[in-house]
């Protein structure tokens, strides 16, 4: 099965939960996506993504001057995008159980 | 193909991102300058990582459509601009007038439903009277001061009343039924204000203090004169006395009391006059009410000539003038 499809559906929460952990510029989520074992990822999505969640209201947004090269625009979490993050997981996290209750019962039979 | 070769051969970051500017180009100024930003801060990152733009990204065409579709923003979505028939009723709304027009009109609904509140009160009383009486402003069934009365307590129910309506938030179903009676309200109030206006204008100019209504009918003063008691000469009432004017027509008086409570009076021909004096009112059956000037339906002589009635006067005189022939 193709992940890149799966990911589509849940590149939100993923950045989300990146973030979370530490305020990250745009390039520096996608290594930390990569680095956590999302090869696949498509990184300008992920651009496009922390885009259109900053515009939602979920993100914060600082420029920071970086020593060697340009000045790079971090995001963090505010309220609204904790809360977010927190409802997305839970639903996240029963998807999968419940996914995990259909695939059980699919090799039983 | 093609493209892909080129920019394998070691294409800059700066011409994939003019081509990723390229495929942007739907985006308003704004949003292509601030996607722009991000892209040029990507392209030096991986630049940096000595690896093939287009191996690791796609090409600039490819990249570009990812980054817009994510940030949803796609060429199908709200962006888009063309010269569709759609996007002429998009670009109207978009218009500076459109916009202050449409931010404007929505601070006016409070005193839209005051207004509400109030034709519902005109419309209300619309049940009552054929035609409303505006009086100081407030729809009333008529000019007395229990019917202002009633006028005033009815706005202050029905304008809090309208008000809360308007602040709900109301289901689809029952918005439908606020758009009909909003509707009705309109049409019906408009009509019955339309009518009473030239009214209320008449009874400023005529009376400008009482707000009185004036009417057509026999006044002393002013007063409208509501019935007449006739004495004959020795302090007797009289009944049954006919009443006309100079030109032979009937007299007759706004009497305030509906006429299958005044007592008829018919000729011998079943001619029902009308201005028999005193006017006697009676009860729903037909009788007089005690206290009132009382006397029986009664069935009163045909008039004579006017002719007869001068000779009538010149036989008096000669009377007279015999009496005092007869003094002397």
């Keep these: 099965m193709d992940t890149t499809q799966l990911l589509k559906g849940v590149l939100d929460v993923a950045v989300l939960a990146v973030i979370e952990q530490e305020d990250g510029y745009g390039y520096d989520v996608v290594r930390r996506l990569r680095a956590a074992g999302l090869d696949d990822i498509a990184e300008a999505s992920v651009y496009g993504t922390l885009r259109r969640l900053f515009h939602s209201g979920l993100l914060t947004s600082y420029v920071v001057a970086s020593d060697a090269g340009p000045h790079r625009k971090y995001y963090g979490l505010n309220d609204v995008g904790r809360a977010q993050l927190a409802d997305s997981a839970a639903t996240w996290k029963q998807f999968v159980k419940t996914m995990n209750v259909v695939l059980t019962k699919e090799s039983a039979a | ?328």
């Design chain 2, 1 to 328: 193909m093609n493209d892909t070769m080129v920019l394998s051969n070691g294409t800059s970051s700066d011409e994939y991102q003019r081509r990723v500017a390229s495929a942007l180009a739907f985006l308003s100024a704004e949003d292509r300058e601030e996607i722009l930003a991000g892209v040029g801060e990507h392209l030096r990152e991986v630049s940096v990582e000595g690896v093939d733009l287009v191996e690791r990204l796609g090409t600039p065409e490819a990249y570009a459509r990812e980054l817009t579709t994510a940030a949803g923003l796609g060429q199908d979505g709200s962006s888009r601009r063309g010269l569709m028939p759609h996007n002429a009723w998009r670009r109207l709304n978009d218009h500076r007038w459109t916009r202050s027009v449409a931010t404007f009109l929505p601070t006016l609904r409070p005193a839209w439903w005051v207004l509400r509140g109030y034709l519902a009160v005109v419309v209300l009383t619309m049940v009552f009277v054929s035609w409303p009486t505006i009086l100081w402003l407030v729809p009333t069934t008529g000019q007395g001061p229990g019917e202002l009365l009633a006028g005033i307590l009815l706005l202050c129910l029905a304008i809090p009343l309208s008000i809360s309506i308007g602040r709900r938030t109301l289901s689809t179903s029952a918005r439908r039924a606020v758009v009909v009676v909003n509707t009705v309200l309109l049409v019906v109030s408009g009509y019955a204000l339309v009518n009473v206006g030239a009214v209320v204008d008449n009874a400023l100019h005529a009376y400008p203090n009482s707000g009185y209504i004036p009417t057509s009918g026999l006044r002393h003063n002013g007063d409208p004169i509501r019935n007449i008691t006739v004495f004959d000469a020795e302090g007797n009432p009289l009944t049954d006395v006919r009443l006309f004017d100079q030109n032979g027509e009937p007299i007759t008086v706004q009497s305030g009391v509906q006429l299958r409570f005044i007592q008829r009076s018919v000729d011998e021909f079943g001619v029902e006059s009308r201005n028999t004096y005193p006017l006697v009112v009676v009860d729903r059956d037909g009788e007089p009410i005690p206290g009132k000037l009382i006397s029986p339906v009664t069935t009163i002589p045909a008039l004579k000539q006017p002719a007869a009635t001068q000779d009538d006067q010149k036989a008096q005189a000669s009377d007279k003038k015999k009496a005092t022939e007869q003094k002397r």
